[in-house]
Every structure is written in C-alpha cells, then in structure tokens.
C-alpha cells in the first residue's frame, strides 16, 4: 500500500491567499444575515474593546501625575475629586475592555463553531461526490484525517486570526498614533521600527518552520492510514504471525514524526528567543529616551510610566503573536489540504439536461440493458473491453463468466456508472446511461458483491440501508424472503444485533443474506449479482441461490460469476476472455459447441469431483 497521493509534499502547494479566499464565503455566506450580522457586530466590539484598551494607560498616566503633584498643587491631590474619578475612569476602562472582549467573543462562537461544522459536511458530501477513480487512488484515513484537521484549521483560523491577529496589529498601529501625538516622531518610528522588525522576523522564519510542519503532516498521516490498514486486515496480521512487523513499520513511522517534532520545538524555540530580543532591545532603548526627556523636564514622570506601559502593553501580545502566528501558519497548511481535496472534481458527472429513471420495481416494470460496441480502460495505455456488445431485454437474465481479469467486473462498473466508458454506449431503457441523473440511475439497480461490507452498526440499520424509512415489516419481509429472518429472530438482540466493524461477527453467507436482504428492500429494477457466491461453501451457496433467484424474480438481472453451476439457468451465458466476448449462448449450447466454455466446465467439474461426461448428462446434454 502506498501513501496517499494526496500529501502534502507531493501536492502542489496553495497560495495563502487562495486559502483564505476560499474560506471568505464561509465567513461571509451570501443568504444567512445573521451570520452576517454576528460578524460585523463582533468586529464593532472589537474595534471597541481595542479603544477602551489603549484608554487605560493613558488615564493610568494622568492619575500618576495628579497623585505625584501632590496636595496644595493645581490640579493635585488637594483636589481629591479629580484623582478619584480618574481612578474610577481607570477601572471602568478595564472593565469595559474585558468585558467587550468577552462579548465580542460570544457573539461571534456560533459563527465560528457553525463554519466548521458547515465545511465538514460539505467536504464529506464532496468525498461522496467524487468518482471511484479518486477513492481507489486514495487511502480513506489519510482523506479523513485531512478533513479533520482541515475543519479544525478553520476553527483555529477564525478564532486565533480574526480576533488576536489582526487586533493586535490594530492595537499596535494604534499605540503607535497614541505615542506620536503625545510625545514626538522619534518614539514613534521607534516602536514602528520594532513592530515591522518583529512582524517581519516573525514571518520570515514561521514561514522556513512551515516545511517542517509540512513534513509532520505528511508523517502523521502515514501513520493514520498504517495503522487502518493494519487493522483492518488483523485477521491477515495473526494469520501470518506479522504482528512484530506490523509494529516495527508503525515505530519506524512514529519514530520519523518523533524527529520531526523535536526540530518543531527547536525551531520554535529560536523564533521565541528572536521575539524576545527584538522586544527588549525596543524596550531598553525608549526607556533610555523617555528617562533622558525626563532629567530634561520634557517629559513628566506620568507620561514616563505611559510610554513604559504601552510598551508592555504591547509586549504581551506581540509575544504571543509568534505562538499564534505559527499556529495559523500550521491550520493554514492544514485547511490548504482540505481544500485540494474540495476542489477534485469528479471523472464522472450529470449532463445539464440529466433525466431521471423509474428506480423501483412497483413504479415501472423491469429495465432493458443494451451494449454497444463499448470500448474502455481504467488507463489511457491500456484498454480493457474491446468493442464489446450485448443486450439483456428487460426481466431476462445474463451471465458473464470467464477467468480472472477478462473484464467482467468492470461491466457492472460500467453499467452502475462509476466510470463512463471510452467509447460506445451503454443503453438503459432505450437512452444512454449518461443521459440519466447518476443517483437516479443508481437508485434503479441493486446489487449484490462477493465482499459484503456491512456497517458497525445492527443488523436491522445495515438492512434498512437499502431503503430508509422503511418499516420495520418491510425490514423483517426482506430478511424472510432472504432466509435470514429466522436466524436473525433467534439472537438475544434481534435485529438490534451489532454487526462489528465491517461485519465481521457474522459469517459469509450471514452476510451475504443481509446484503440480499437489503437489496430486496431496495426494490430495484436491475440486478447485479457479482462473484455473489464464490466466497461461500457449496452447501451455503445452494442456500442463497434460492434467496438469489427470489431477489432476481421479474428482475433484470446480470450475473457475474466465477462458478458455472450458477448460472445454468440463465437466458444467456457470455464468455469473456481478454476483453472481449469470445462465446455466448445458453449452457446447454455452449457445452454444446465444446469449446472455452465447456473446457471451463470440465475442469469445474473435476474440481467438483465429477466427471465430466456425468456434469453433461446432468445439464440435459448427451455424455
């Protein structure tokens, strides 16, 4: 198994902006005003919590400097009132700029907690959307694991970028007006000089760091779908005693995302150091200045502290800017990649002028199913049908067997609209396949896999799937006409029986009955059985042939098959080989004309045990 194709390092990179354009409808979207309206009031609050901020030092000055007058002074101690007011001006302040802060926060939480759930969903329909091609290209926890990540990025985005960054930026472009309207130019291109220095180095070297979080990215998630993988087949695992290895290839992975993880912290470590130095030198510098005024009698001892508070005022931030800066930097590499995986569009898609198709048996009768000279291959360079055609009329029953790999699979493929084919035409109903709505189409076939994978879920939701919002009688009749119903009726739980992780705690032909089951619920016009019994025991497979030709009754049906008992009864057998159909006819003239097909039934036959002459004579043909 390879990593997925989708990693970070082996995707393209995307523009930040381009990111953050894309995020824009969601924090913006054009029909819900109250999304709208929380955002621009938490911008308001904002813009005022940041004003009643940049207040406070300057009134905290004014208080020292009444107090250091002392009593008897204009404007000094010995007018008590003044003081106090300022000192109750002063608390208010504060109040107001937490209280704002606080407010501004809550107003704007359902916005962000509500654009990550959005983004969730619509990246989840859109793996839904996307074609086969993209699924078996890709590793299903390597795709999850982006778009967890990706939905909490924006989380993260919104909450660290709207309301610390870019306030932190205004507060210091604010200070910085404060400073030069109450002192002079030379303070003021002082702390411009050193929130450019800092913003600046700050960027520069998150954005060298952003490789090694990259790399991590794509470490973890190596690791993720490793570990899937490995125990999604730990029936494999135990059956080969690999245990060890299985471990040994996991450590190998974490002990790589180990490294990578210590050159982060090493890394952030210096930015911090950098962040740090740029700030006190800053601080040492203006306070030299400020105190040097002071002994001039330029500045008052008040305006001495101002000066010195709006430095720390702005120290607190701008440090913690780095953590947070680096921390959009990591949610913007993370959302990048959910994004990517949005924009993958689909290889297979709707005409404009789409169609629907009666899906269900009770709404029209049985569907006629017509090849056309069908040409197609998964790879440009390497086709696998060859001007193949066919027709099954509608309620009739056609079989396509012949050995592994001559395309029989890739029929049902076909035919169900997971790929379209390259050239020709496959004709439902009298109208090509893909004149139809894809779900629409899909809703009118049923199928039933060799594999059946079942939810972890219970038996009766597993059911179920094949119609939702059917009754619970509908449910039981489905599982009576597949035979399961009493099986299922005889465990303590009944159809509230949990299945396991892709239903593993029931056997094959269990299985196989509730996947008949579900597909007798569905009700489907067309019938695909493919390789439907070939995993099961001989006795297991006469058992659900039975329920298989009650599903298959006035059905459509098309049977792929690798056991040629199966399929005996069918209207007509097509047998594949390289791609192309190289016999076709009923059982009995196929053994007839004693040629591949009647060679397969031979060795069929002996594997059976049987001869080969009696297999003959048992299908109604001479020895």
Not at 463 to 482: K, N, T
Not at 519 to 533: F, G, Q, S, V, Y
Not at 542 to 548: D, F, K, N, S
Request: glycine content about 8%.
């Amino acid at each position: 198994m390879t990593p997925p194709s989708s990693s970070p390092r082996a995707a393209r990179e995307r523009p930040v902006h381009a990111t953050l354009r894309a995020l824009l409808p969601y924090l913006w979207p054009r029909h819900d005003l109250g999304t709208r309206a929380r955002v621009v009031g938490a911008c308001l609050l904002l813009v005022a919590a940041k004003v009643a901020t940049i207040a406070v030092p300057y009134v905290y000055s004014l208080v020292v400097d009444a107090l250091h007058r002392g009593p008897g002074t204009p404007g000094g101690m010995g007018e008590m009132t003044v003081p106090m007011a300022l000192i109750v001006g002063y608390g208010t302040l504060r109040l107001m700029s937490a209280g704002m802060g606080e407010w501004r926060d809550a107003l704007f939480a359902p916005v962000r907690f509500h654009i990550s759930s959005v983004a969730a969903v619509r990246s989840f329909r859109h793996m839904h959307a996307l074609s086969l091609r993209f699924h078996l290209d890709r590793q299903s926890g390597g795709v999850t694991r982006a778009i967890a990540r990706g939905t909490e990025a924006i989380e993260t985005i919104l909450r660290v970028g709207v309301f610390n960054i870019v306030p932190t930026l205004i507060e210091a472009l604010m200070v910085i007006a404060v400073i030069w309207r109450l002192f002079d130019w030379r303070y003021a291109a002082i702390m411009l000089l050193a929130v450019v220095a800092y913003v600046g180095f700050t960027i520069t070297f998150t954005s060298w760091r952003i490789g090694i979080r990259r790399e991590m990215n794509e470490i973890n998630s190596e690791a993720s779908w490793k570990a899937l993988d490995s125990l999604l087949n730990y029936e494999t695992v135990k059956y080969f005693g690999n245990e060890e290895h299985e471990s040994r290839r996991y450590e190998e992975t974490q002990r790589r995302y180990e490294r990578a993880a210590v050159r982060t912290q090493l890394s952030l470590n210096g930015l911090n150091f950098g962040q740090a130095a740029i700030i006190a030198v800053t601080l040492t510098v203006v306070m030299l200045l400020a105190a040097h005024d002071v002994g001039q009698g330029r500045l008052t001892v008040g305006r001495f502290v101002l000066v010195n508070t709006y430095l720390m005022q702005l120290y607190l931030p701008l440090n913690f800017l780095g953590s947070i800066y680096s921390s959009l930097r990591t949610s913007l590499v993370d959302l990048e990649q959910m994004f990517r995986l949005m924009e993958e569009a689909p290889d297979v898609t709707d005409r404009p002028d789409a169609i629907d198709l009666p899906a269900r048996l009770d709404e029209a009768p049985a569907a006629a199913i017509r090849f056309e000279h069908v040409r197609f291959g998964y790879r440009p360079d390497r086709e696998i049908l060859h001007d193949v055609s066919f027709s099954v009329p509608a309620g009739g029953r056609v079989a396509i067997v012949g050995p592994t790999g001559a395309g029989k699979s890739t029929i049902s493929r076909l035919l169900f609209r997971f790929y379209d084919v390259n050239s020709g035409r496959v004709v439902i109903d009298g109208h090509d396949a893909r004149d139809y709505r894809q779900a629409a189409l899909r809703a009118a076939i049923g199928v039933v896999p060799q594999d059946t994978v079942l939810f972890n879920d219970t038996i009766g939701y597993n059911i179920a799937y094949g119609r939702r919002g059917a009754s619970q009688d509908e449910i039981e009749h489905a599982a009576r006409l597949a035979q399961i119903h009493d099986f299922i009726a005889s465990l303590p739980d009944g159809y509230a029986t949990r299945v396991g992780e892709r239903g593993l705690k029931l056997s094959g032909g269990e299985k196989q009955r509730v996947a008949i089951a579900r597909t007798i619920l569905k009700n489907p016009r067309i019938l695909i059985l493919d390789e439907a019994t070939s995993a099961l025991d001989t006795h297991t497979e006469q058992e659900i042939q039975v329920a298989l030709r009650t599903v298959s009754a006035e059905r459509t049906t098309v049977i792929i098959a690798h056991r040629l008992s199966t399929v005996v009864d069918a209207d007509e057998i097509l047998v594949m080989g390289d791609g192309v159909i190289k016999e076709r006819g009923t059982h009995r003239s196929l053994l007839a004309r004693d040629g591949l097909y009647a060679g397969m039934w031979a060795a069929q036959a002996e594997e059976r045990g049987e001869d080969a002459g009696q297999a003959a004579v048992g299908a109604g043909l001479p020895a």
